[in-house]
């Protein structure tokens, strides 16, 4: 049996990872860099973005014939390809990244199975809004292009599969692609409070998708973009009820980027990420339980237990914080009682040691009257001798 996750084909096996799609539950099992590990990234894209209405030269319109007749291997591993189908207005009209993008495609298995047709698809090339197959490609795409790319599984939907569009595991794809527009990523701090919103919301879902396919990186990737959007200075009027809004939106992205960074056993920054969560709202049960963890792997169980503590008093029904602080507690009984065994014997058995010393002392101590003894006896009858002597 299979759920969807709103992009992904999920075993009914494994725990949701997801609170009414929103945040990841506080019941999930389980220092990174500031820069996040970025795309796999095939080059291109540098050149400045011209006037679309330029002219080729002779160059370029004999690059694009060759193209149109090879592939190109975007990666070296054979593993996504690219085949020019019609040729755009030449490498100076390519996209950059970070711009949005438009582009007309066409999703097919490798047998030509249909899988989707969409016009118009939008999204900023290079933030991880789309599959990898298309972020790596589509920069390397010149305006008014089409194009054939063929992807393995793992640049498409994985091993997971997708219900929405239906793609099985591990397939292999085939993307025609047309690319229509680009324009610069409109300035947050100008937008208004709501788009703001909807496009962090958009960003964190994204990153909760690249986290339920077990892909942390991406997911932590996405979670920072949502961060930087909800974190930037509004040039525009905003409502408290707004500004509470986008608060909500940077908790539950830290939260959920604590959880990526847990899996990544990055536990500095997933700790940071506590903090941060808890430095908004003290009492979030799931940036406590997260922390306490993290502090539990770093071995500081005195601060873990006080954790948990905080958070199950908060939240007293919780079966899940009542196991973890309970194994938390026999852990840490456990390593208490290996440490004081390691010092007994690093130290001795003090009683033990005390009665031998006793021993030891009243032994000497004998050993001294018996030889204070022996002498008086053997100078008394020294001197009895020299008296006799005398005598005589």
């Not at 799609?21 to 795309?39: N, Q, T, Y």
């Amino acid at each position: 049996e299979c759920v969807n996750d709103g992009n992904v084909v999920k075993k009914s096996g494994k725990t949701s990872l997801l609170d009414s799609g929103e945040d990841f539950e506080v019941l999930d099992e389980e220092d990174i860099d500031d820069d996040l590990p970025p795309l796999e990234d095939a080059g291109g894209g540098d050149e400045n973005v011209a006037d679309n209405t330029g002219k080729k030269t002779a160059e370029e319109e004999s690059e694009a014939s060759a193209q149109m007749d090879e592939w190109l291997d975007v990666l070296g591993n054979d593993q996504l390809k690219k085949k020019v189908l019609e040729p755009g207005k030449g490498r100076a009209s390519r996209p950059q990244k970070g711009q949005d993008v438009e582009i007309n495609l066409k999703t097919l298995l490798m047998d030509g199975t249909l899988v989707e047709e969409q016009n118009n698809l939008s999204f900023t090339l290079g933030d991880g809004d789309v599959i990898q197959a298309l972020d790596l490609t589509v920069q390397l795409m010149e305006m008014g292009e089409k194009a054939l790319i063929h992807t393995d599984a793992k640049y498409a939907y994985g091993a997971w599969g997708s219900l929405e569009p239906e793609v099985p595991p591990n397939a292999q794809l085939s993307l025609e692609v047309e690319l229509v527009k680009a324009t610069d990523a409109p300035d947050v701090e100008l937008m208004p409070p709501s788009d703001r919103i909807a496009l962090a919301i958009r960003k964190r879902e994204r990153g909760n998708v690249h986290y339920q396919r077990t892909d942390y990186v991406f997911a932590v990737n996405s979670y920072s973009i949502a961060l930087q959007i909800t974190e930037s200075n509004s040039k525009v009027d905003i409502s408290p009820e707004e500004e509470e809004e986008l608060l909500d939106v940077k908790v539950k992205c830290l939260n959920n980027m604590a959880a990526s960074q847990l899996k990544l056993d990055h536990y500095d920054a997933a700790l940071k990420s506590c903090v941060s969560a808890l430095a908004h709202q003290p009492d979030n049960i799931k940036a406590l339980f997260r922390m306490g963890k993290v502090l539990a792997l770093q071995g500081e169980y005195t601060e873990a237990i006080q954790t948990l503590r905080k958070a199950l008093k908060l939240e007293p029904s919780n079966k899940t914080i009542h196991a973890e602080l309970s194994k938390l507690v026999k852990k840490h009984s456990e390593q208490r009682g290996a440490e004081q065994a390691m010092y007994k014997k690093m130290l001795g058995n003090p009683s033990k040691s005390g009665t031998t010393k006793s021993r030891a002392k009243s032994s000497w101590g004998l050993s001294w009257k018996w030889l204070f003894g022996a002498t008086a006896v053997a100078i008394g009858g020294v001197a009895l001798s020299v008296v006799i002597a005398a005598r005589n």
